[in-house]
């Protein structure tokens, strides 16, 4: 049966661009980033794969997503740093999670949960500049004196050190640095010696040597995507590892002049042929990119005409042969023909991420390559 709707995640894909980046940066330590359910390609899966291609440790923002790994069988080390105030991070402990720690509260939450004989496995996150989470700079001292004290109490095990960079420009990511390095220092001169350091994310990873300290962490490049301008995927020995297809549901002819689609933003010009594409804002296809995207039909590549509805949108063919049950690639590996996840991104206004990672509910996944 072929599916309405169905996003083709390949696995070999996600296992050989964390191998390829794993390369690029050296062979440093890689955290493969699966938050928001693999940047929509499916946590559990997706871990595997990254796995498979040599990361050592994953990376989620919250501690549910952690535990549903877990859940999944996963054994692997997970780091999770972005908590609900009042987050009870007794089950995290049990379950083996390392705790990104942003704040004084979130340190004495994490004490709380720990006992000396199963000390809690924290990372110290500080703000560099990027003013999202991160212990803030003016209270580093405090932060920093009170994880020394834990420490000696036997209640925290300092397993790493990381921040965020802004990717503003190189200027403002050394200036990031920089301050890293002070925070290091203020750790290391309280007696501690954290085992992990990390600061970049992809695109430092792939753009800023200076940013890797021994470990990097890779969420979208995992995926297939460069988020450095001026560098392609491709160049990177990355592809995209989602496919998001459906197929033609309805074929008609029409005349000259008819409108299509909500409010007519689209006439033909000719006698046309229109095709049905049962895939809509609701599973993903970003509304904002109506008469601008496009998709690949037979290996053609058709634009969407006027606005793209809830479950459905229309291509206007022109001559193109085209039958019901035709496959429609949405987006898929361009290195194929076929348009980008980036390209979409750039008709919406928006980038591959927020593309890839809103894939909706009604989406058939499918996994082809390892599994
Ligand atoms: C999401 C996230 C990453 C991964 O970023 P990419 O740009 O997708 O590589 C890394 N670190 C943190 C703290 C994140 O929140």
């Avoid at 920093?144 to 921040?163: N, Q, Y």
Wanted: net charge negative; proline share 4%.
């Amino acid at each position: 049966m072929s599916a309405l709707r169905e996003a083709v995640v390949d696995l070999d894909a996600i296992s050989s661009n964390v191998r390829a980046l794993r390369e690029h940066v050296g062979g440093r330590r890689v955290i493969g980033v699966v938050k928001a359910d693999g940047y929509g390609h499916g946590a559990v899966a997706a871990a595997r794969a990254a796995v498979r291609g040599g990361a050592e440790m994953l990376g989620t923002a919250d501690v549910t997503e952690a535990l549903e790994l877990r859940e999944a069988g996963i054994t692997t080390p997970i780091l999770s740093w972005l908590h609900d105030p009042e987050e009870d991070f007794h089950a995290a402990l049990a379950a083996d999670v390392r705790i990104g720690v942003s704040s004084a509260r979130e340190l004495a939450r994490v004490v709380d949960a720990a006992s000396p004989d199963r000390p809690a496995l924290v990372h110290l996150k500080f703000d560099t500049g990027l003013s999202r989470n991160g212990v803030a700079r003016s209270a580093w001292g405090d932060v920093v004196d009170a994880t020394a004290t834990a420490v000696r109490d036997g209640s925290i095990d300092l397993d790493g050190c990381f921040t965020h960079l802004s990717n503003t420009s190189d200027d403002d990511d050394r200036d990031a640095i920089r301050s890293f390095d002070e925070a290091l220092d203020l750790v290391r001169s309280r007696g501690l010696a954290p085992r992990m350091v990390h600061a970049a994310a992809t695109a430092a990873s792939i753009a800023l040597p200076e940013s890797r300290f021994d470990t990097v962490r890779l969420g979208i490049g995992m995926y297939g995507f460069s988020p450095v301008p001026g560098i392609g995927a491709a160049e990177l020995g990355l592809r995209p590892a989602m496919r998001l297809v459906s197929h033609v549901a309805a074929v008609k002819s029409v005349d000259p002049g008819s409108g299509v689609s909500y409010g007519y933003r689209y006439r033909t010009h000719d006698r046309s042929t229109l095709a049905l594409v049962p895939i809509g804002y609701a599973d993903g296809v970003p509304r904002q990119a109506s008469s601008l995207g496009e998709v690949s039909i037979r290996g053609i590549r058709h634009r969407v005409a006027g606005r793209i509805a809830m479950d459905q949108f229309v291509v206007d063919v022109g001559e193109s042969p085209v039958e019901v049950g035709d496959e429609v690639v949405v987006f898929g590996d361009p290195a194929t023909g076929v348009p980008s996840a980036s390209e979409w991104g750039a008709h919406a206004d928006t980038i591959d991420y927020d593309i890839v990672t809103r894939i909706g509910r009604r989406v058939r996944r499918t996994y082809v390559g390892f599994e």
